[in-house]
């Protein structure tokens, strides 16, 4: 009836996938995705270890962002099995379909599946709240009624842990925005300003070992962000978050730097998957790592930055800068 479909297979030789059907020049597609059986650990997948302590929260909106196929999924299921593993409680998860497997451990962990389970996310969150959760996931926020239901379970007390398709923080509170009429803005800001605990958004970033690496952007709550998201002051959250390092926030750029310094990324991967590629560039040129031709190359070639292009890096990786000026 709806021409297309979600749902999850598990082939005892193969593993779990994910599928998606759908019609196209009157044929049917599918697309697979395949589900490791094993949840990996917050250290197996490389992830920042503030990501345990979010997933330990007491109360409060957690939001997983990212584009498709950017690992959302398996960091929630890793957050997850951690909090499972330590604490003892009620974990609620819907999910359309449901990908990773939970098994009980610390916590009673109950998965329910949209079509199957339950007729749809709206009414599976109506009856959350009987079912005595202490922590509830939500698969997907796509629409008001389920970002409504998210924020409700934040301000009566719940861990509410819900993804949601955007490109960072910045973009996933204007996304959130743009689920509510405009008359009722200055509301949700004020109820994510006293609710929003975290916003993790993440990309997976190809690696100099061939596989990929997990560059997290971090948002907390600190006091400043929180003004900051109460006066809609969505612009400044980046600047925030660079100043809320020591207490546990992070941006992408942040963390490509870091990628790139440690040798586990190329020059052009941090650059492509930077946020400002011009800031990068001379981050990294002022700091005068290794591969500073690549750089300089990168920066006559690409560069219609004026400040940036103003710096030529002497002396290889010696880490002397002598500012040019341009005549």
Do not use: W
């Not at 019609?23 to 250290?43: D, P, S, W």
């Amino acid at each position: 009836e709806k021409m297309e479909m979600n749902l999850a297979l598990y082939y005892k030789e193969l593993g779990r996938f994910r599928v998606n059907i759908f019609r196209q020049r009157g044929n049917v597609g599918l697309v697979f995705r395949h589900i490791k059986a094993e949840i990996q650990t917050v250290e197996q997948l490389g992830l920042p270890p503030i990501v345990k302590d979010i997933a330990m929260t007491k109360r409060g909106l957690v939001l997983v962002v990212g584009a498709t196929g950017s690992g959302k999924s398996t960091t929630l299921a890793a957050m997850i099995d951690h909090r499972n593993t330590i604490h003892p409680g009620h974990i609620v998860t819907v999910e359309d379909p449901i990908e990773f497997v939970h098994n009980h451990k610390q916590s009673l962990i109950t998965q329910r599946e949209v079509g199957f389970d339950t007729l749809s996310f709206q009414n599976a969150l109506k009856n959350t709240l009987r079912q005595a959760p202490d922590v509830i996931l939500i698969g997907e926020v796509r629409d008001t009624e389920t970002m409504e239901a998210a924020i409700t379970f934040a301000e009566t007390g719940h861990l509410c842990i819900a993804t949601l398709h955007s490109n960072n923080a910045n973009q996933a509170i204007e996304r959130i925005m743009n689920f509510f009429p405009v008359e009722r803005h200055p509301q949700i800001y004020l109820q994510l300003s006293l609710n929003l605990r975290a916003i993790i958004s993440q990309r997976l970033v190809p690696s100099l070992d061939g596989k990929r690496a997990p560059a997290l952007e971090i948002m907390l709550d600190t006091p400043r962000i929180k003004d900051l998201v109460k006066k809609a002051e969505v612009d400044l959250l980046k600047e925030a978050m660079e100043q809320g390092v020591e207490e546990g926030c992070q941006t992408f750029d942040h963390v490509l730097f870091q990628l790139y310094k440690e040798e586990r990324i190329s020059l052009e991967q941090a650059l492509i998957n930077a946020d400002s590629a011009n800031n990068l560039r001379l981050k990294i040129k002022l700091e005068g790592l290794r591969g500073d031709d690549a750089i300089n190359a990168l920066l006559d070639k690409k560069s219609g930055d004026h400040t940036a292009s103003a710096f030529k890096i002497q002396g290889g990786a010696s880490g002397n800068v002598t500012p040019i000026r341009k005549r």
